[in-house]
């Protein structure tokens, strides 16, 4: 039989057959050593075959086959620094929610993890989320954060779960795609899925006072039929995004601003540091590229990624206001 893993334990996977109905399955034992470098072998997402197990009192399968991915997307292990973890898998969208003080996106996360679905190949709408919190100052911010990522090409959204602004724009471009919602804990993922879709009434939680970080409400990944013909995977609240698989000379392309103008620098594996006669460096100057991603392609390239994940509300919220007052 064939189906879709609509959720992952680590040990058990729901899946949803063909015909509709949710089986829970386990993968046979040699499955996990075929050299899979990643934690999890099978991600929710994946399309498998499986075979049914009708030895127990209950129904169970067994999956033998992942079908070929379209796209995934991965963020490194927290416990296993050269394995990488997969998200989730054949998304047709991803909607990045950010919360500009409660709790605080930096810039940083923002583009590690744009960097992250351009490597695969994923289409990322960035979701603006707690408008209705805004006092003038936050909104200023917020703005500010807008246009920088407007002016590259990135959609962006406004929307507040609590007044239902924005909510009706999220839906249509969700309807007929499998989406992903992801973003650090307590952006309000689960709580824009129940403003959406009542009736799945998944947890929420509020942010702590004293960290201004939330609390992590989804445990592990899962997909959700809605009732408007769309899928959504709600993901668990990602603290820090390393990066995983990429060479220093590459991750310029996923830039898409430093992509348009690399071939006029003036050496082939020119890494828009030091080199002379950099494209650039010179866009730069004339403020056509922002400095808060000058400064983000630059801690990837560094491969900065230990100190942001232990300290990402702090030095990185430092960098990305220093940024915006240099421009």
């Known amino acids: 039989m064939t189906g879709i893993v609509y959720k992952s334990t680590g040990s058990w996977y729901t899946v949803k057959g063909s015909d509709g109905v949710f089986i829970e399955c386990r993968i046979k034992g ?13 991600a929710v997402g994946d399309h498998v075959d499986f075979e049914l197990d009708e030895t127990s009192d209950k129904i169970t ?21 050269h394995h990488m973890h997969i998200i989730a898998s054949n998304i047709d969208r991803v909607f990045l929610l950010i919360t500009v003080n409660n709790p605080p996106t930096t810039f940083n996360f923002i583009d590690r ?18 408008i209705d919190t805004f006092d003038e100052a936050t909104l200023d911010e917020q703005l500010y954060m807008q246009h920088v990522y407007q002016e590259i090409g990135y959609q962006c959204l406004r929307v507040s779960s609590t007044e239902m602004k924005g909510i ?26 129940n403003a959406m879709e009542p009736s799945l009434d998944l ?6 006072e004293a960290s201004k970080q ?50 006029q620098c003036k050496f082939n594996n ?29 801690k990837i390239l560094e ?16 960098a990305s206001d220093d940024s915006r007052k240099s421009e």
Not at 30 to 42: A, L, V
């Open 61 to 81: 399968g067994s999956i033998n086959t992942i079908h070929d991915r379209n796209n995934y997307i991965v963020r490194k292990s927290v416990n296993l620094s």
């Open 303 to 318: 491969g900065d990624d230990e100190h942001y994940r232990t300290d990402i509300y702090n030095d990185d919220r430092i």
């Open 168 to 193: 009706e724009q999220l839906k249509e471009l969700m309807t007929g795609k499998v989406s992903m919602f992801s973003g650090h804990s307590g952006v309000g993922k689960s709580t824009l899925v």
């Open 270 to 298: 020119c890494l828009h540091k030091e080199e002379p006669h950099c494209a650039i460096k010179k866009a730069l100057e004339k403020d056509e590229i922002a400095w808060s991603r000058y400064r983000s392609y630059l």
């Open 203 to 208: 947890k929420t939680k509020v942010i702590s």
């Open 30 to 42: 040699k499955f996990r050593m075929k050299g899979i470098k990643s934690t999890n072998p099978i």
């Open 214 to 263: 939330g609390q992590h409400t989804t445990t592990f990944a899962e997909m959700y039929d809605l009732s408007f013909d769309a899928r959504i995977i709600d993901t668990p609240g990602i603290k820090g995004f390393g990066m995983v698989d990429m060479e220093p000379s590459e991750i310029s392309g996923y830039f898409p601003e430093f992509f348009k103008l690399q071939d």
């Open 113 to 130: 993890f744009l960097v992250t679905a351009e490597a695969y190949g994923i289409e990322t709408i960035l979701v603006f989320n707690k």
